[in-house]
């Protein structure tokens, strides 16, 4: 049996390659838009590619299934459950499978969704009937589960937590101690609230640390457990169009044009004409100098998050780039949310836009110290965009708290006193995300912490946990 796991850290998200040195042919699980990865890996092991096919209609990203099966003659598969757009084989639970030598058991797993399945890897050239891993999508996580509240509503989630404690109890912890778990939802993903760090796991593993499956022998205490949804992250905007994507089915990208590089002045005509400018460099280099209204968020680990926050869905995005070699990875980023290709690139970067005598903008960066003594003069406001958990640990007296996946639709619940707004978050990448929208799109002044909360409790300021006072929003 070969066996793979593609990361992308960006989305946290985990895909698989599963295939049979019998047959050479292979099972693509849970793909992200990019499939050129997966065919280069099976190309090099003498693998075809027969089968595609999702967990569960994903919020997170947009799918690769449909994208596989334009590439060469793959054979979609889906969930019996799901109400899917696309020509496709159904799977029901109990369903068996087999490629050569390596065989797959299909699992109804609801709860993260209603349709979620999860598939049970089976090695026949060592064991027929031992199951060797679990291709769990959201269904168990490492040291977590998926959050069951996606499909909104307080009803739906507490129905979609009593089904979640039922795949628990009789799908999951009915497998074997050493079975291996492999998740769709990995570090650095928001489909959980306390994902491990890890990027696999065994059931045995799960069943004696994980604490959510400790709740698992009182459904009533699970469901409890699986509602405290004050602790999960926001829910990115750009979210709720993914599943509806993913279930009628991707359109395929077809041939992607290069993004052409600008003039300045292309630059400021695109914008003029609506073209939405973001900015992928630093904070630092950001607060320095930027074209006029335009978005930073850093080019990162945690883009594809954010750009998919402060654009609005049918955005046409005009990029300035830290340097050229990021068009490519920015722009997969892009399109992995359902972003067309940007218009273009500014050439020359932001040395071509000064030099051009076009105007510039600056956001100022001010450190915890400085933030510290204009608090105390009664000279700024504080707007912390962290997590809810984060907010929780602690936090800055005064503060008001919105987070940053909610400030696009509560602009008008910031606080409009006069005085600048200060806006921080761990280290300061989310707060200039944040403080570049509300420049441009409100009148305030506003400045952004360097640092954020991590700086300030390294230079031993105080923080408090009370969720009431005159900050919150």
């Not at 390659?17 to 990019?34: C, H, I, K, M, N």
């Not at 739906?156 to 778990?181: G, M, N, S, W, Y």
């Not at 003029?272 to 850093?298: C, M, S």
Request: hydrophobic share 40%; proline share 6%.
């Amino acid at each position: 049996m070969f066996f793979e796991q593609f990361y992308l850290r960006g989305l946290g998200h985990a895909s698989y390659l599963v295939g049979s040195d019998e047959t050479g042919e292979a099972l693509l699980f849970d793909p992200q838009r990019d499939v050129s990865g997966y065919f280069d890996v099976a190309r090099a092991q003498g693998l075809r590619i027969r089968y595609a096919l999702d967990s569960h209609g994903h919020n997170d990203y947009l799918s690769g299934l449909t994208e596989a099966a334009a590439r060469a003659d793959v054979e979609l598969l889906a969930s019996a459950a799901a109400e899917v757009g696309f020509d496709h084989r159904p799977l029901r639970d109990g369903e068996q499978f087999e490629l050569g030598d390596v065989g797959f058991e299909v699992l109804h797993t609801p709860g993260h969704t209603p349709e979620h399945i999860s598939l049970v890897v089976y090695d026949r050239s060592t064991s027929a009937d031992v199951p060797a891993m679990l291709l769990s999508g959201g269904a168990l996580l490492v040291g977590d589960l998926a959050r069951p509240d996606l499909l909104g509503g307080r009803d739906r989630t507490e129905a979609a937590a009593r089904e979640f404690c039922r795949t628990i109890q009789t799908k999951i912890l009915e497998l074997p101690d050493h079975v291996e778990v492999y998740p769709t939802h990995v570090a650095g993903s928001l489909c959980g609230g306390n994902i491990g760090s890890r990027l696999s796991t065994t059931v045995g593993y799960e069943r004696r640390t994980n604490e959510i499956l400790a709740t698992v022998s009182s459904k009533a205490e699970f469901v409890e457990q699986c509602l405290r949804l004050d602790n999960l992250p926001a829910v990115p905007p750009y979210w709720a169009r993914m599943r509806r994507q993913n279930l009628a089915g991707v359109a395929p990208l077809g041939v992607l044009g290069e993004p052409p590089a600008l003039d300045p002045d292309a630059v400021r005509r695109a914008a003029g004409d609506g073209a939405v400018v973001l900015d992928t460099r630093t904070p630092e280099a950001f607060g320095g100098a930027h074209i006029p209204g335009a978005l930073n968020v850093g080019h990162g680990a945690s883009f594809p998050t954010w750009a998919g926050t402060v654009l609005d869905e049918d955005a046409a995005v005009v990029l300035v780039l830290g340097s050229p070699s990021d068009l490519w990875p920015v722009t997969w980023d892009l399109l992995r949310i359902g972003y067309e290709p940007p218009v273009g690139w500014l050439a020359g970067g932001m040395l071509a836009w000064r030099t051009a005598a076009l105007d510039l903008e600056g956001l100022p960066q001010i450190t915890v110290h400085e933030l510290r003594r204009r608090l105390a003069a009664g000279e700024v406001d504080l707007l912390d965009v962290r997590q809810p958990v984060e907010w929780a640990g602690g936090h800055v007296d005064g503060a008001t708290f919105i987070t940053g996946g909610e400030l696009p639709s509560r602009l008008d619940a910031v606080l409009h006193t006069g005085r600048p707004l200060a806006v921080a978050c761990g280290s300061g990448y989310r707060s200039s995300v944040a403080a570049s929208l509300l420049d441009a799109r409100t009148d305030l002044d506003v400045v952004n912490v360097l640092g954020g909360m991590t700086a300030w409790t390294a230079a031993g300021y105080p923080t408090t946990t009370d969720e009431g006072g005159p900050g919150d929003a």
